[in-house]
């Protein structure tokens, strides 16, 4: 038994509750074990860990068995996890990730609409990843432009998203790719902005930096459609290889565009994004 559990008793005889549960290393391990940070569609909160997680993995998404803890902050401790890549989205997430109301609930419910399983697990992989979230639900979409507050760049994603969601004329397909690429395109700005400031990715550009991110979850999805991989890639910032990617990219960009004016418009009508996420 290690330095901790020798000083605080777990409750003798419980058993541990088991759910299903995103979880980050919080603080590294010690003497006194690691601090997670276990996340579920209720909220978030920390826990002792003295269980082998994967260090290597950016989602660690499955069922976490925890107890109580007598006498220590934090009040619980992490005993079991057991991965599974197949826990829907809705189950790992909650409305306090974003400032502003309902952002969260109405990207995960765009997300679970997606019909393709390959693209709908390649978006909900992203948007689970500790290197993202949940800097995504918080930065910004910009930092003196459009949707420049916190929050925005889910707001300004979502906003795009939908719009791809209501087109008329796209197949199933094209419409499953367009939400994956409105929901991603802005991606790597969660890496290039902090703290109100650009940060040194930023001199890569964000669609570089989101690709890089990205590419991991797009090859770790077990693809029985090759096709809709590369269109993705493609869509992402990948290598073009076909002209097929160009027009829905272009009918993406164009409602990246009315999404833009539309918070310009709301600023000058000094509408609050929190009203927009409503309507």
């Not at 910009?142 to 916190?150: D, G, K, Q, T, V």
């Not at 499953?176 to 109100?196: E, M, N, P, S, T």
């Not at 990715?201 to 990205?214: I, N, T, W, Y």
Request: some cysteine.
């Amino acid at each position: 038994m290690n330095g901790l559990s020798s000083r605080f008793a777990v409750g003798a005889g419980e058993e541990p509750e088991r759910i299903p549960a995103l979880v980050e290393v919080v603080e590294a391990a010690g003497p006194s074990g690691s601090v997670v940070r276990i996340q579920t569609h209720t909220g978030s909160r920390l826990a002792w860990c003295w269980v082998e997680l994967n260090r290597h993995d950016t989602v660690r998404r499955g069922y976490a068995s925890i107890l109580p803890f007598r006498r220590s902050i934090p009040q619980e401790v992490l005993v079991g996890f057991e991965p599974n890549d197949h826990i829907p989205m809705r189950d790992l997430v909650h409305d306090g990730l974003c400032p502003i109301p309902d952002v969260v609930a109405q990207t995960v419910a765009l997300v679970e609409s997606i019909d393709h399983p390959g693209i709908r697990e390649c978006v909900t992989s992203a948007l689970l990843d500790s290197r993202a979230c949940p800097r995504y639900w918080r930065c910004p979409a910009s930092l003196a432009h459009h949707h420049a507050f916190e929050g925005g760049l889910a707001l300004h994603s979502l906003e795009v998203a939908t719009l791809v969601a209501s087109s008329r004329g796209l197949s199933t397909r094209d419409r499953d790719l367009g939400i994956a690429y409105a929901l991603l395109h802005d991606y790597g700005k969660v890496l290039c902005y902090a703290d109100g400031r650009y940060t040194k990715h930023q001199k890569r550009g964000h669609v570089a930096v989101g690709l890089e991110l990205l590419e991991l979850h797009v090859q770790n999805v077990g693809w029985s459609d090759p096709e809709a991989e590369t269109h993705l890639m493609e869509l992402l910032g990948g290598p073009q290889q076909g002209p097929y990617p160009l027009a829905l990219g272009r009918i993406v960009k164009a409602f990246d565009q009315k999404s833009c004016e539309a918070d310009r418009l709301r600023r000058e009508a000094r509408i609050s994004p929190n009203e927009t996420a409503k309507t």
